[in-house]
């Protein structure tokens, strides 16, 4: 019988690593509801007091994510020296930005989109959940699936 190297827990962050985390990087991953299927858009977002904020055009990401169902945002990062990679899942609800003192505060934190055209529309996630999680990156010469002991074809 083969021991197989025991595989390293996740540690699991809690709140303040998460919000830490995210204030490290502008760039995430939204996930929403479009119509009858998820859709998932890259957003440059800021942290703004326990909230995050993304802005955006008229289309699809706007309208999904404003819709009645709750949304995702996903971020990550890997330290390329340590090998020590994270993540951090944020649900919940999408409200646009429209009163003229909020809309002034925002401007305030330098959220530049990546892509040209009108990004008029500052978009705030409430959270309800968050979730994150820190691990050290497996060499993929370690890496194992049920496949790497299936038999080969016999013209391999």
């Given at each position: 019988m083969?021991?197989?190297p025991a595989i390293p827990e996740a540690e699991k962050l809690d709140a303040n690593q998460c919000w830490q985390l995210l204030r490290s990087v502008s760039?995430?991953?939204?996930a929403v509801w479009a119509v009858d299927h998820p859709d998932i858009f890259p957003v440059n977002f800021k942290v703004d007091h326990g909230t995050l904020v993304f802005r955006t055009g008229e289309g699809t990401k706007l309208h999904a994510a404003l819709g009645a169902t709750p949304v995702a945002i996903e971020a990550?990062?890997?330290?390329?020296?340590?090998?020590?990679?994270?993540?951090?899942?944020?649900?919940?609800?999408?409200?646009?930005?429209?009163?003229?003192?909020?809309?002034?505060?925002?401007v305030g934190l330098l959220l530049f989109p990546w892509q040209a055209g009108r990004k008029d529309h500052f978009v705030r996630i409430v959270p309800t959940?968050?979730?994150?999680?820190?691990?050290?990156?497996?060499?993929?010469?370690?890496w194992w699936s049920p496949l790497d002991d299936a038999t080969r074809a016999s013209l391999e």
């Open positions: 083969m021991n197989k760039v995430g991953r939204l990550d990062g890997v330290d390329s020296d340590t090998g020590v990679a994270w993540s951090v899942v944020v649900k919940g609800t999408a409200e646009s930005i429209k009163l003229t003192q909020e809309v002034l505060d925002t959940a968050m979730t994150g999680r820190r691990f050290k990156v497996t060499p993929p010469l370690t």
